[in-house]
């Protein structure tokens, strides 16, 4: 028995919409343009970068839920933001990344000293932040679920 093999070379912009076997005929669907119609979730994410599902759930399997969400998190930062990378040479250059509101009625929260009189700090990871405040929010908001996991203790 022989096979057959066809390569189809798909514009980009486009995905194939249909393909039929015995005319060799292909329909192409238009792509969505902003990314953020394209992302709506994690298996989207998994999608858009090309990782089989199980693949990336067998890599995962024996993180902690923080752990996990962080290499998810990583992974949403890098679909969203198509492919820029921060420049940290660049100070001109703006970086986002999500903003939560964390705590209680009580008034517990996120909160910390110094108690010295020099500080340094970054409040996001540098493979965490996005190329505009718009998709900052979108992936705060989209994927709240998996940004608590990474940001929040489990008990």
Known sequence: MSTNTLQIEIPKGFKIKSFDKETGKVSFEELPKDIKERIK??????????IEPDDFEERIEDMTADEAAYVKIKLIAKALNEGWKPDWTNS?????????NMGSPSGGGFSYCVFVYWDTGSRCGSRLCFKSSELAKYAGQQFEAIYKDFLTLKS
């Open 41 to 50: 979730s994690f298996d989207d994410v998994l999608e858009h970068l090309g």
């Open 92 to 100: 001109n250059q703006y970086k986002y990344y999500p903003w939560f």
